[in-house]
């Protein structure tokens, strides 16, 4: 079994930044890809960014330029960089562990909120 657990969101104003973090448990040997996705009442979960075990990353064109995923393999954790944050960043952050042969393991998410 892995666990995940998120931490680092909170409240903030847009132009602002905030760091968030992934940290996985467990049986993280079977780890693949990680990442970033979000939600709103009003949205499906979306892709925010991935990144593989050998550092190849993929993100959302709404936030290329913006964002920055990182990862230690050595702590099992993840990051998210998020500057010029926007209103439309607003969301409940989850984190995602891709696993192998197991099904892929969530996060508890961490909101995010972005006032004008």
């Known amino acids: 079994q892995v666990q995940l657990v998120e931490s680092g969101g909170g409240l903030v104003q847009a132009g602002g930044s905030l760091r968030l973090s992934c940290a996985a448990s467990?049986?993280?040997?079977?780890?693949?890809?990680m990442g970033w996705y979000r939600q709103t009442s009003n949205t499906q979960r979306e892709l925010v960014a991935d990144?593989?075990?050998?550092?190849?990353?993929n993100y959302a064109d709404s936030v290329k330029g913006r964002f920055t995923i990182s990862r230690d393999n050595d702590k099992n954790t993840i990051y998210l960089q998020m500057n010029s944050l926007r209103p439309e960043d607003t969301a409940v952050y989850f984190c995602?562990?891709?696993?192998?042969?197991?099904?892929?393991?969530w996060g508890q998410g961490t909101q995010v909120t972005v006032s004008s």
């Open positions: 467990g049986s993280t040997s079977s780890i693949n890809a």
């Open positions: 990144i593989s075990t050998g550092g190849s990353t």
């Open positions: 995602l562990a891709d696993l192998f042969p197991q099904n892929p393991v």
